[in-house]
């Protein structure tokens, strides 16, 4: 067969209007009526292939890497604000170079050291909380996942400089998604544009970013520190360089942009669901309180599935390839649509009702649950993000009495390349904090 796969005969801009007015539901009403896969169209971005089963994820994250180039795709839309040296942005052997250094300080026993650090950063935002008042939880996870990862990445402990970066990468962030959504704007159009803004924003962190290294060079020539920065200063490519200043900045600014929004967008997220499901709050509560885990585990899981902080995982093809019976082109975007399979009944009964006891005790199907994508590409941080969505809602849980001033579900709304609920998740603590357990 070498027609594309089938798909709306409407513009491409009523195309994205649609994707943009409903994230969730766009690619589940794809999947529901032209099948696995399917044909979107963008403007700006052009065709793009969804699929939507299993079988055919597992053929795009285990195909080449060679023929489905994720940091090609990737870059289409983050190059400007991560740079050409960023594990995203990078295909073949130089993004294997930079993903082995990265993974090590994202593994194993490192995370649970950052344990610690987590739940003080945590106690602290959590003393700040009004009580009675309602107000927006994910600034507040953010202002937590933000700190874990300055201190944790940067090694940054002095705490005007942790406020300093935070305003820095705030005044970044909100500046990238205007360029990142409309590429058009990505040209000099003037005082006040929105790109000269960006630039601005952009070098403003980078001199900050750049002072960090040289300040952290000179330690970890002596050895000392074991934040990510220093590891990866001690780290050395396979032919004994160590990695180079922009090389550094790169993968800095990758780590934290991917590293922290998602997290804290993805607590916020539990936090809407769980307040709307008082019966999984209560058994949520009920388990920590007998100091089990596997609940949380499960918790964390569902919220992931259910709201997927990330919606797509781009692969764009450097040669033709067949998907689902369909010659693609090369050059083009193949993309498993991850709410797609994550709302498809056959997979997850009940897809649309929030319900963790389905990942009680089972084994998750890594190409049906994709919320950190897969494959070579898949998550640097998944399991270190899991570990501290766990950390984080376990104080919350126990220790905060909370009520969603409006029961109405929380809309979605697209911020940067995440999805997030649309005020924020809105809260009320209905009384002071229990006591530190
Ligand atoms: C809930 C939180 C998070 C979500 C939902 C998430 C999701 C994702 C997704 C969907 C991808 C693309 C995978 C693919 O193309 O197949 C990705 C890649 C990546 N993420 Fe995360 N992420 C989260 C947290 C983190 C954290 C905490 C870190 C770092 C500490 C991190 C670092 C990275 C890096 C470096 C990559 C690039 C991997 C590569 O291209 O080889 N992420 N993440």
Known sequence: MSALPPGSRAPSLVQAARYLRDPLGFLPRHQERYGDVFT????????????????LVKAVFTGSPDVFHAGEANATVLEPALGPNSVL?????????????????????????????????????????????????RPSTQRITLSVILRAVFGIHD?????????????????????????FLRRDLGPGSPWRRFLAARRRLDELVYEEIALRRAEAESGEGD?????LLRARHDDGSPMSDAELRDELLTVIGAGHETTATAL????????????VLARLRDSIAAGEDDYLEATAKETLRLRPVILDVARK??????????????????????????????????????????????????????PFGGGIRRCVGAAFAEFEMRTILREIVSRADLHAPDPAPEKVKIRNITMTPQHGTRIVLERPLAPIA
């Open 159 to 183: 705490e005007a400089r942790v406020e300093r970066a935070g305003e820095l990468i705030d005044s970044f962030s909100d500046r990238v998604t205007t360029i990142t959504r409309y590429p």
């Open 317 to 370: 093809l450097t040669a033709p390839a067949t998907i689902g019976g369909y010659e693609l082109p090369a050059g083009s975007f193949v993309v498993p649509a991850i709410a797609g399979l994550h709302y498809r009944d056959d997979l997850f009964p009940q897809a649309r009702e929030f319900r963790p006891e389905r990942f009680l005790g089972g084994k998750v199907d890594n190409y049906a649950w994709i």
């Open 268 to 279: 916020a997220w539990a936090m809407e669901r769980l307040l709307r499901n008082p019966q």
């Open 227 to 231: 934040d990510v920065l220093s590891l």
């Open 40 to 55: 979107v169209r963008f403007p700006f971005f052009g065709r793009i292939v969804y699929v939507s089963s299993p079988e």
């Open 89 to 137: 942005t990078l295909d073949g052997e130089p993004h294997l170079r930079q993903r082995k250094l990265l993974l090590p300080p994202f593994h194993g026993d490192r995370i649970r050291r950052y344990g610690e650090l987590m739940l003080e950063v945590t106690r602290r935002e959590m003393e700040s909380w009004p009580v009675g008042e309602p107000f927006s939880l």
